[in-house]
């Protein structure tokens, strides 16, 4: 019968937990440095060649993110934490290894023992035996210290001179190994014994039970609870039939404004007490007025019927306060407005994805365009330079009236000195400065290529599948200023050819990581890197036809990024016009639009010479041969006998003129 032997030292169960730690912490770690040094990047709010940010709202949300992530994870947080507990459990676990020393019997070999040869003869052995007692018999040993020692190598002389003297158990230690014969088949396990003692029998049932049976039941579960009611961009599937219902095909920037305020994640955001009425209604005649001043009408004081209605009002003044930029000085509705300004930029994806899925065009430019001002905490009629620090009504107005009328970020940036000079004159030089600074953090991209192109074909046919390849490159403000002087680079909307159309895209692997682009929203709650949508649509009968996602341009200089987007050409000849818009995530005012013709002709018909040239006859040998021959009259085999007789008429002549 098999007996298992257990590990008594722990040493090889050791390797197996050290094996185990280093799967697990070397990847963990790694990526919580990963992810602390791309935070701290993202504080920072600057990339490779682009200074910090120098506006008073990255310095305090800088300061704000960091009393965030204190408290939310406390100085060291609950990952980092099981991380510095797993490492030292490691370190222990690896010196406890190293230290232990492994007793290393190995083979009882009654020859090496004796010091003699396996031909050695039996009065050899004696004599070996003889000499070595003389040495370690106990009463030869006068140290007591070592009697103990040499009592268990006397026993082991003893044993094998016993068995290299007895004819019968040397044959047999010669066959099998061992003085015994054949030995039970032993098995050992790499655990040790203290596991499988029945004393400890309780405490190893407590634990697998725990972790079994408690621990990993509850993090599925919160884990399945947590999924399900959400989609993969985080909006909860409640929000998402809001959004079906509501969501219309004229919408525009106001009225998916409305749809926003009634999703579900922003009113489970918020809590409402009648404590907070005149907090909130002093909040909402500031934002009343302020909001006023761009054309936007808002009720500050209503009288509430139902918890909803209340509820609803809350979010509709913490929103817009978000918009005005207030600063509010209560810790928990401060924590309320940062909270529904993030949920309320995931609902708007709620929105393009619902516009995507009914192709309705103009109801998605709106909603990138509300993400965008939700973003930048932006009044959405403010305009794109309410973007930038130090900007009032006044600012916008004087800006519109300079002689190169200006109105977004990439304007600021190519004014030539002249003209920035009058744009400045009603600021201080500090925020003239610090206003320019600014608006070069804004991403400035060019459109190098746009084409349209069917795999493996030189030509578009009715209802082929047609590939929209849009070539985006982020370049630099002083690129920009040098545009603006010598013109702009116009679009390459050349088609590719055949083998370029059949260049498949490059596998993950092949892809070069880019740095991300920080976003600069000095207002938002968390930090943003910027990325581009890209749609083809049909403003006449506002269709969207598709629409795709460069994530990330990479920083200005970067290499170009290309967007793939695929769609059926129209079932008729002729020529289409269509839209192509790049619109940025987060950023207002950097959105480019280009026209676009698709050319779709027919097949190219080939003559019926050429089809006939092409298409040889069946062979009278083929059955389709014969049923043709049949129609046709003939006898099948006819024809192919006299081209036989007439070759070989031809052959006998030839044969008899050479003779």
């Not at 130090?390 to 519109?400: A, C, M, R």
């Not at 300079?402 to 990439?410: A, E, Q, S, V, Y």
């Not at 390849?469 to 050349?494: C, F, N, W």
């Not at 040239?613 to 014969?626: L, N, V």
Request: hydrophobic letters at 40%; one cysteine or more; charged letters at 25%.
């Amino acid at each position: 019968m098999g007996a298992y032997e257990y590990d008594d030292n722990g040493t090889i169960f050791n390797y197996f937990v050290i094996s185990f730690l280093s799967l697990v912490l070397v990847p963990a770690t790694y990526s919580v440095l990963a992810a602390k040094k791309g935070q701290t990047a993202g504080t920072e709010g600057h990339v490779r060649g682009l200074p910090e940010c120098p506006c008073d709202g990255c310095k305090l949300k800088r300061d704000r993110v960091a009393r965030r992530k204190v408290a939310e994870k406390g100085f060291v947080s609950a990952k980092s934490l099981l991380l510095i507990v797993g490492w030292l459990v490691f370190a222990a676990v690896a010196y406890q290894t190293a230290t232990t020393k492994i007793a290393d019997a190995g083979l009882w070999d009654p020859y090496e023992i004796l010091g003699v040869s396996t031909s050695a003869t039996a009065s050899e052995v004696k004599k070996a035996f003889r000499k070595l007692s003389l040495k370690y018999h106990p009463d030869k040993v006068t140290e007591e210290s070592e009697k103990e020692a040499a009592a268990v190598v006397y026993n082991d002389l003893a044993k094998a001179q016993k068995v290299l003297t007895d004819d019968e158990a040397r044959k047999t230690w010669d066959e099998f190994g061992h003085p015994d014969g054949r030995q039970a088949l032993q098995l050992g396990i790499a655990l040790p014994k203290y596991l499988v003692e029945s004393k400890n029998n309780m405490m190893v049932l407590f634990v697998y039970g725990s972790v079994f049976g408690i621990l990993m039941p509850l993090l599925v579960a919160k884990w399945w609870y947590t999924s399900k009611n959400m989609n993969n961009d985080k909006i909860s599937h409640e929000t998402m039939g809001t959004l079906y219902k509501e969501v219309k095909d004229q919408m525009r920037i106001n009225t998916l404004l409305d749809v926003v305020f009634k999703a579900d994640d922003l009113l489970d955001a918020v809590t409402y007490s009648k404590s907070e009425k005149a907090i909130l209604e002093s909040l909402g005649d500031q934002v009343s007025a302020e909001i006023g001043k761009y054309g936007i009408i808002f009720e500050s004081r209503k009288k509430y019927i139902k918890v909803e209605d209340a509820l609803l009002h809350k979010v509709q003044i913490l929103l817009f306060s978000h918009f005005c930029r207030f600063q509010l000085p209560d810790p928990k509705l401060a924590a309320e407005q940062a909270l529904v300004a993030e949920r309320a930029a995931l609902v708007v994806v709620g929105i393009l994805q619902i516009c995507a899925a009914r192709f309705w065009l103009a109801p998605a430019i709106a909603a990138i365009e509300l993400r965008q001002s939700i973003v930048q905490a932006v009044i959405p009629t403010k305009g794109p330079l309410g973007q930038l620090p130090h900007v009032t009504l006044e600012t916008l107005k004087h800006f519109v009236t300079l002689k190169k009328r200006t109105t977004c970020p990439r304007e600021i940036v190519e004014l030539d000195d002249e003209v920035r000079k009058e744009a400045f004159s009603i600021m201080p030089s500090q925020h003239a400065d610090e206003m320019s600074k600014v608006a070069e953090q804004y991403p400035i991209v060019r459109i190098n290529k746009a084409n349209f192109a069917v795999a493996g074909e030189e030509f578009i046919t009715p209802g082929s599948i047609v590939t929209l390849t849009v070539q985006l490159e982020h370049i630099t403000p002083s690129e920009a200023r040098r545009e603006k002087r010598e013109g702009v680079i116009p679009v390459d909307v050349t088609p590719p050819s055949v083998a370029e159309s059949e260049v498949k895209p490059p596998t993950w692997f092949d892809k070069q990581g880019l740095e991300a682009f920080p976003t600069h929203c000095p207002y938002f709650p968390t930090e943003k890197s910027s990325s581009w949508w890209v749609l083809m649509g049909n403003l006449e009968n506002n269709r969207l036809i598709s629409l795709g996602k460069v994530s990330n341009a990479g920083p200005p200089g970067a290499q170009p990024q290309t967007c793939k987007l695929q769609f059926q050409a129209p079932p008729n000849a002729g020529s289409w016009k269509f839209y192509v818009f790049v619109k940025n995530d987060c950023n207002m005012g950097c959105d480019l639009t280009i026209e676009m013709t698709l050319t779709v002709i027919d097949a190219p018909e080939l003559s019926a010479e050429i089809i006939e040239d092409d298409i040889s006859e069946p062979g009278e040998d083929t059955i389709a041969g014969q049923m043709a021959a049949i129609k046709s009259g003939k006898i099948p085999g006819e024809s192919s006998k006299g081209v036989r007789d007439d070759v070989d008429d031809s052959s006998d002549s030839d044969d008899s003129d050479s003779d």
